[in-house]
C-alpha cells in the first residue's frame, strides 16, 4: 500500500480521528510506564514517528524529554502544531526520515507502521537504526495477533503482527528486544508493544 493511499485516507478523516484517539485520556497506564521507560533510558533527542495529532510528542515534553514529532498527513501535523504551539512537528514519511545518522537517542513509533505492507517493514526500521545512536531505544507499538494477516481497519486496511515476527523484522533491522507487552481490553483488538535497543556493534 502506497504512502499517498494512507495519507490520504487519513486525510479525509482527520478530523474523526483527531475527535476518536487524538488525547491521551483514555491511554493504558501500561503503556504510558513502556513510553516514559524508554524516555528515561533515551539521553537526547526522541523522534515520535507517526505521531498524528501530536498528543504523545507533547507527553514526552511534559514528562523533560527533548522531542521532534513527524508524520505523513499535513492536517495532522497542522493540528498538532495549533494544539501543542511549544512541541515541534514537521512532515515526513518514515522510510525517509531526513535525520542524521545516529542524531536521535529514541524513537516512539506508536501504531505507526500498522497500515504498511509487512514486506516494506525492514525498510522503516532500518531507517529507525540509522537515525538512531548505537544503543538508543525503540518503542513500537502494534496489532498483536497469532498470525501475519491484513484486516479492515476504520480508515485503511492494516496489519496484525505476532510478536515473535515482529521481533524478527527487528532483529533483522539491527536491534535487540529488551521487552514485550500484549493484552486484549475489552472491546478492543489485541495490542502488542515491544521496547528495543539498536546494537552497539552496528554502523
Given at each position: 500500500?502506497?504512502?499517498a493511499?494512507?495519507?490520504d485516507?487519513?486525510s479525509?478523516r482527520a478530523d474523526e480521528?483527531i475527535?476518536?484517539?487524538?488525547?491521551m485520556?483514555?491511554?493504558h497506564r501500561?503503556d504510558?510506564d513502556?513510553?516514559l521507560e524508554?524516555?528515561k533510558?533515551?539521553d537526547?533527542?526522541?523522534?515520535?514517528?507517526g505521531?498524528?495529532p501530536?498528543q504523545?510528542?507533547?507527553?514526552l515534553?511534559?514528562?523533560?524529554a527533548?522531542?521532534?514529532?513527524?508524520?505523513?498527513?499535513?492536517?495532522?501535523v497542522?493540528c498538532?502544531?495549533?494544539r501543542?504551539p511549544?512541541?515541534?512537528?514537521t512532515?515526513?514519511n518514515?522510510?525517509d526520515?531526513?535525520?542524521p545518522?545516529?542524531s536521535?537517542?529514541g524513537i516512539?513509533?506508536?501504531?505507526s507502521?500498522?497500515?504498511t505492507?509487512?514486506?516494506?517493514?525492514?525498510?522503516i526500521?532500518?531507517?529507525f537504526a540509522?537515525?538512531?545512536k548505537p544503543g538508543?531505544?525503540l518503542?513500537?507499538?502494534?496489532?498483536?495477533?497469532?498470525?501475519?494477516?491484513?484486516?479492515?481497519?476504520q480508515?485503511?486496511t492494516?496489519?496484525?503482527?505476532?510478536v515473535?515476527?515482529?521481533s524478527?523484522?527487528?532483529?533483522?533491522a539491527?536491534f535487540?528486544v529488551?521487552?514485550?507487552?500484549?493484552?486484549?481490553?475489552?472491546g478492543?483488538?489485541?495490542?502488542?508493544?515491544i521496547?528495543a535497543?539498536?546494537n552497539v556493534?552496528?554502523?
Amino acid at each position: 500500500m502506497s504512502r499517498a493511499h494512507v495519507r490520504d485516507a487519513y486525510s479525509r478523516r482527520a478530523d474523526e480521528y483527531i475527535q476518536a484517539v487524538g488525547s491521551m485520556e483514555h491511554v493504558h497506564r501500561d503503556d504510558l510506564d513502556l513510553v516514559l521507560e524508554m524516555a528515561k533510558l533515551a539521553d537526547g533527542l526522541i523522534l515520535d514517528a507517526g505521531c498524528g495529532p501530536g498528543q504523545w510528542t507533547n507527553f514526552l515534553q511534559e514528562h523533560g524529554a527533548e522531542v521532534l514529532g513527524v508524520d505523513l498527513v499535513p492536517a495532522f501535523v497542522e493540528c498538532a502544531r495549533e494544539r501543542f504551539p511549544r512541541v515541534p512537528f514537521t512532515e515526513g514519511n518514515l522510510e525517509d526520515l531526513q535525520m542524521p545518522d545516529g542524531s536521535v537517542a529514541g524513537i516512539l513509533s506508536w501504531y505507526s507502521i500498522i497500515h504498511t505492507d509487512p514486506a516494506d517493514v525492514g525498510r522503516i526500521l532500518r531507517e529507525f537504526a540509522r537515525c538512531l545512536k548505537p544503543g538508543g531505544y525503540l518503542v513500537t507499538g502494534f496489532f498483536e495477533g497469532a498470525r501475519l494477516e491484513d484486516f479492515d481497519h476504520q480508515v485503511v486496511t492494516a496489519y496484525r503482527w505476532p510478536v515473535r515476527e515482529l521481533s524478527g523484522e527487528l532483529e533483522d533491522a539491527g536491534f535487540t528486544v529488551h521487552g514485550v507487552h500484549t493484552r486484549t481490553d475489552p472491546g478492543r483488538r489485541p495490542h502488542g508493544a515491544i521496547l528495543a535497543r539498536r546494537n552497539v556493534g552496528d554502523n
